[in-house]
């Protein structure tokens, strides 16, 4: 099958349009709320008078036995594609709006058709093509949310080759020499103060600080005062190549301007580059390297959200995905999943989508989420640490938009952004 | 001094190896090659020699040179820190010596696999844990990010684009002219490739707002220059290059590339002085300058250069080379080999080499005029400058 007749089948696929509705097994139900919050959301409230808006697909998923309908425009890209060679596939993107909130007993349906099939494109897997669907849910004939779902059908590249992705890290973190002259600031940054050198005699202020003062010419004998902590952009770099080790690029590094008079250079982990600026008003956090070690670091002073560490466990992978009704092998069973070429188990999409929409709404509780759009980046298996961070991109008083990014050791498993209306 | 010191010596040889990817040779090799041609060039041999220096960063020492090379004896022997600042550095002592009669010939060079070997674009680990104060310095900086050369420079080079309005294509001006230079410089490693400035603003971030193409490349290759009085180097083939200044400059809160605690941070304070110091001893001012060869290890730092050194006002660079001044043809023709985006990373000793050749009239982009020949040395680190000119 070449290019062009894959095109053509593409083509007739999407004249087809909508396949027939298909009905949800349940209607929206307090059970299958509770499971998903549990797994997923653990400690806010169990039971709501809706259902969380990133359920959506969860309630029309097949099942443990189910398989697609012969309609499902999907399915028949799938068959094309296979054909054609391009047998592996990896999800991008996923972006759902929702209309309104579902209560409970309502009925849905789900419609899905083809959006577009766009290549083939040379990617880091492997070529391939980019196949795009859109499923609408229904309850009666009321349209309660969509979803555009893409994925890259590819032929792999090197079979079960993994290179591992430019972003990571080299080696373990440098580390600053300490001397007599510096180690106050050092023991400051490890119990969460950032210190600024005060001279003794004469009260300067001086950082990065040195033995004498070049104020007053005595020495400066270890006296210092503690930082009220916050600053402002005096200028950034977005550091993009080479590695540097112990850093995942690319990187803001900013050179701060602190109240004190002082200047310090840290990095601002998990900020939106595009979203720096110089002037920006920020507040000091600090980077635990290890142990003995806390490098200074700096958050924009608004529109933050706080991290949510979440330790992947088996557990967490297993329980979310079989919640989310995804009872595909590779998110609970280990054996299956290194046999197709895994590390371990990962989190399903639907997860995912459900981890990031949460850590939005536990930020602003009464906040009305319209839309959720994800793009995934490397696996997140178990035994991980996915640490979500979000930060405000734009507020316009009717809805705001946040920009949120989950981490682990590979890199972005996610970038994603949320609308919210107040 | 430095009354004295303008006009007692002259360069009277210059040497270098290819400028390549890989030399396949020891730097030591690459080393001895270009002082050979060096003293070749001047008509001199090895014993004619008394004296050598080199960058505290080069990893030939004198006396391993001086061995390959047969040199009997060595009277005078000197390393200057701070990297690439080190270049011009370099013939100003050996012009001290030579005035002082500390020695009567004596030899500048650097020598590095740069792009085989250690690249200096990397990050260096290593500069962190250095139990000196280079690296107690390197401390406030590594561990947080700012980890390569790009890296310092960009921080510098936002906060000059904030105050002065300059932008990316600003800094591309320089990599074009540079490279246009470099394409009819057989010798450089860009001969025949230059660049649009479209290419330019297409070429990827390494550390933003700083791209590929505004960094200099990295190489393999050696340069060496023979520094003598100037009444000897009238005895010898080549009209003298003579010394007509030379300067060293670290400024106040002078960090080796992050010298972010300054009240402002769009300058480079230590290049003023050496500027200041430069005129004063050739009693001349920038206008009388025929061309300039102008460090240009990352763009940015052209163009400010060019404020410090008093070809334009501050903050005007942008507007100053807006119209091509600094190609050839223009109005202040700036690195006419190419420079080091261009010919070759050979830490500003290249630049020294192409000084003279201009002052002799023989560069293969020779630059019209009989006005002296301004060389700077390595930017955002303690630094130096020459003035080259005619007997």
């Keep these: ?422 | 001094m430095s009354a004295s010191l303008a006009g007692a010596a002259a360069i009277a040889g210059i040497g270098a190896t290819e400028f390549s990817k890989d030399s396949g040779r020891s730097e030591l090799r690459l080393a001895a090659e270009a002082v050979r041609a060096a003293l070749d060039d001047a008509a001199l041999d090895p014993a004619d020699v008394d004296g050598m220096v080199t960058f505290t960063m080069d990893g030939n020492a004198e006396i391993a040179v001086a061995r390959e090379l047969g040199v009997p004896a060595l009277r005078f022997f000197s390393q200057i820190g701070y990297g690439g600042g080190a270049a011009c550095a370099t013939v100003h002592q050996a012009a001290m010596a030579v005035a002082t009669g500390a020695a009567s010939v004596v030899v500048c060079y650097r020598a590095l696999n740069e792009r085989s070997g250690r690249r200096f674009g990397r990050v260096a680990t290593g500069a962190v844990a250095a139990p000196t104060t280079s690296g107690v310095d390197s401390g406030w900086h590594y561990p947080m990010g700012i980890a390569t050369p790009a890296a310092t420079v960009a921080m510098l080079a936002r906060r000059y684009m904030h105050c002065y309005g300059a932008t990316s294509e600003d800094f591309g001006r320089v990599t074009v002219a540079d490279r246009r230079h470099a394409a009819t410089n057989p010798h450089a490693w860009f001969y025949q490739r230059p660049v649009t400035l479209a290419e330019h603003q297409a070429s990827r971030w390494i550390a933003e707002p700083l791209r590929l193409l505004d960094c200099c490349q990295e190489s393999d290759g050696a340069v060496a220059v023979v520094v003598t009085s100037l009444d000897r180097a009238r005895t010898l083939p080549h009209p003298p290059a003579v010394i007509r200044a030379a300067a060293q400059g670290a400024g106040a809160d002078q960090f080796t590339m992050t010298s972010y605690y300054r009240d402002e941070l769009t300058g480079l304070p230590e290049m003023a002085l050496v500027a200041d110091q430069l005129w004063r001893q050739a009693g001349m001012a920038p206008a009388g300058i025929r061309t300039a060869i102008l460090y240009d290890h990352f763009t940015p730092y052209v163009l400010i250069q060019l404020e410090e050194l008093g070809f334009c006002q501050r903050g005007e660079a942008r507007h100053f080379i807006a119209d091509g001044a600094i190609e050839l043809g223009g109005r202040r023709p700036v690195n006419p080999r190419g420079g080091q985006l261009g010919e070759a990373y050979i830490h500003g000793m290249n630049g020294i080499a192409e000084g003279v050749r201009q002052v002799r009239g023989t560069s293969v982009n020779q630059v019209p005029g009989d006005g002296p020949v301004l060389v700077t040395a390595g930017t955002g680190v303690p630094t130096s400058g020459l003035i080259l000119g005619d007997d």
């Design chain 1, 1 to 422: 099958m070449n290019d062009e007749q894959i095109r053509a089948a593409a083509a007739r696929i999407t004249a087809a349009g909508d396949s027939q509705p298909r009905a949800a097994r349940d209607p929206v139900n307090l059970p299958m709320i509770r499971n998903w919050i549990e797994a997923i959301d653990p400690g806010s409230d169990p039971d709501p008078d809706t259902a969380p808006p990133s359920m959506i697909q969860a309630w029309t998923m097949p099942g443990l036995h189910g398989a697609r309908t012969g309609d499902d425009p999907l399915g028949q890209v799938n068959q094309v594609m296979d054909e054609a060679g391009f047998t592996s596939v990896v999800a991008t993107n996923c972006d759902q709006s929702y209309p309104r909130y579902l209560k409970l007993g309502e009925h849905l349906t789900v419609r899905t058709r083809l959006l577009d099939v766009t290549g083939p494109k040379r990617t880091a897997l492997g070529d391939g093509w980019f196949v795009t669907t859109r499923s609408s849910w229904f309850s009666g004939n009321e349209l309660v949310a969509t979803m555009d779902f893409r994925i890259l059908k590819f032929k792999p590249r090197e079979p079960a080759s993994h290179t591992p992705p430019a972003t990571g890290n080299p080696a373990g973190p440098m580390r600053p020499l300490v001397t007599p002259d510096t180690a106050f600031f050092w023991a400051g940054t490890a119990v969460g103060e950032l210190r600024i050198q005060r001279c003794a005699s004469c009260g300067a202020l001086r950082h990065p600080p040195g033995p004498m003062c070049p104020a007053c010419g005595q020495p400066a004998d270890g006296g210092y005062v503690v930082a009220a902590g916050t600053g402002e952009v005096f200028s950034y770099v977005v550091h993009h190549h080479p590695p540097v080790p112990g850093k995942k690029l690319p990187m803001v590094v900013a050179l701060v301007q602190l109240p004190e008079g002082v200047r310090m250079v840290g990095e601002m982990p998990g900020v939106r580059p595009d979203l720096v600026r110089i002037g920006l008003p920020v507040r000091v956090a600090f980077a635990r390297v290890d142990d003995d070690l806390a490098l200074p670091a700096w958050r924009p002073a608004e529109g933050m959200l706080p991290d949510r560490v979440i330790d992947v466990t088996p557990t967490f992978v297993i329980s979310s995905a079989l919640a989310t009704r995804d009872f595909q092998d590779v998110h609970h069973d280990r054996e299956l999943a290194v046999k197709r070429g895994s590390k371990d188990i990962f989190i399903n999409i639907l997860t995912t989508t459900g981890l990031v929409q949460r850590y939005v709404s536990a930020w602003a509780p009464d906040a009305v989420v319209r839309a959720v759009s994800i793009r995934l980046g490397v696996p997140c298996h178990a035994g991980e640490t996915l640490t979500l961070s979000g930060q405000v991109t734009g507020d316009d008083g009717d809805e705001q938009v946040v920009a949120v990014t989950g981490r682990c050791s590979l890199g972005d498993h996610v970038t994603a952004t949320v609308r919210i209306a107040r």
